[in-house]
């Protein structure tokens, strides 16, 4: 491509409020600086833990429910515990496949049964989880890197105009300026907006057939969470040394890795 050629830069201006996932900051420094890089291991503690306490929960609630089903039926609960815990069994299997897909670095499942499925839903319940306990943003991160990980298995390939990058307004301008290098390079599109039902606008609008998207690992699992299942997406946490919503920086090189894995 020709030097000088600028990136399509799709921007739109809103207010600069705080993103509703990070409501209740009190305006202290970050943790680390913002950084919350974690192991993809963490991830999967978590989750465990996460399924443990689901399956006690169900368990609980069938045990006091038990007496009113025998009441209903004197075999009805012979088969709810059954289903529960064939269900259980289950589950713990693809967990069990899950993690060994993510160590052998093989797709062991199809991505419907996979970081396009089931796995969006326990991201999500086990960031729930996580966050009564303060470690929210280290567990997300790596929940993001086993999804990332199991979505490059696919080695998919789309064309320029097919792909489409998503930033948050709150990049430092050397970042910024960073991103729409790389963007400039591969002649791709770069969307901005502060909120992700704006992200989710431009997707809808634009169509395109596959998405490497930037932001905090709060917005991000939410972001896979309601998108990744309808397109398959990449997605790159940031480092927030300001705290969150300001001047926000990101691994250009992964980035670019990323762009150049879709589109070359």
Known sequence: MADGRRPQLIHIDVDRRLGHEWDEWDG??????GNYDSSP???????????VVALSIS?????????RLADAHHSIPDVAWGVLL????????????LLLSHELRRPLLPEWLAERGPFLRLMRL?????????????????AVKVYNALAMM?????????????????????????????????????FVATRGQLARRVIRERRPR?????????????GLHDVAGKIPVLGLTMTLPSGPCKDASIDLGQLEK????YVV
């Open 28 to 33: 202290k420094p970050l943790p680390n600086h």
């Open 41 to 51: 291991a963490l991830f999967f503690a978590w989750s465990a833990m996460t399924l």
């Open 59 to 67: 368990a609980i609630v069938l045990f006091l429910l038990t007496p």
């Open 86 to 97: 064939a269900g259980g069994a289950i589950i713990w299997l693809w967990w069990g496949v």
């Open 126 to 142: 086990t960031s729930r989880i996580a966050d009564q306990f303060g470690r929210r943003d280290w567990v997300e991160n790596a």
């Open 154 to 190: 696919r080695q998919r390939k789309v064309g320029q105009g097919e792909l489409l990058v998503l930033i948050p307004r709150c990049l430092s301008k050397e970042t910024l300026d960073g991103v729409l290098g790389v963007a400039a390079r591969y002649e791709v599109p770069v």
């Open 210 to 222: 596959a998405v490497v998207a930037v932001a905090c690992e709060r917005d991000m699992v939410s």
């Open 258 to 261: 990323w762009v150049r894995s």
